[in-house]
């Protein structure tokens, strides 16, 4: 898998990875901005975009930091 820095607004969220529990982001954003972001997102290509596969707190929380840019692991869409 490789790591990339991509745009948060590159980011699509299907809907069953829209539900976060916003009592954890600002913690988890507070923990980024003293650690760093330890773990990259994971994310599959499609259609001009990348869908969230997983990382969906960590994406809020920078999004609640300002940033443009996150790391990001490309994985494979999984076969049916």
């Given at each position: 898998?490789?790591?990339?820095?991509?745009?948060?607004?590159?980011?699509?969220?299907?809907?069953?990875?829209?539900?976060i529990?916003?009592?954890?982001?600002?913690?988890?954003?507070?923990?980024?901005?003293?650690?760093?972001?330890?773990?990259?997102?994971?994310?599959?290509?499609?259609?001009g975009?990348?869908?969230?596969?997983?990382?969906a707190?960590r994406?809020?929380?920078?999004k609640?930091?300002?940033?443009?840019?996150i790391?990001?692991?490309?994985?494979?869409?999984?076969?049916?």
């Amino acid at each position: 898998m490789r790591i990339v820095d991509i745009k948060i607004q590159d980011v699509y969220i299907p809907a069953a990875k829209k539900s976060i529990r916003e009592d954890d982001v600002e913690p988890l954003a507070e923990d980024i901005l003293e650690n760093g972001l330890q773990n990259p997102i994971y994310v599959r290509e499609g259609k001009g975009r990348y869908v969230l596969q997983e990382g969906a707190h960590r994406l809020a929380a920078l999004k609640l930091l300002g940033e443009t840019y996150i790391a990001a692991k490309i994985v494979q869409a999984r076969k049916s």
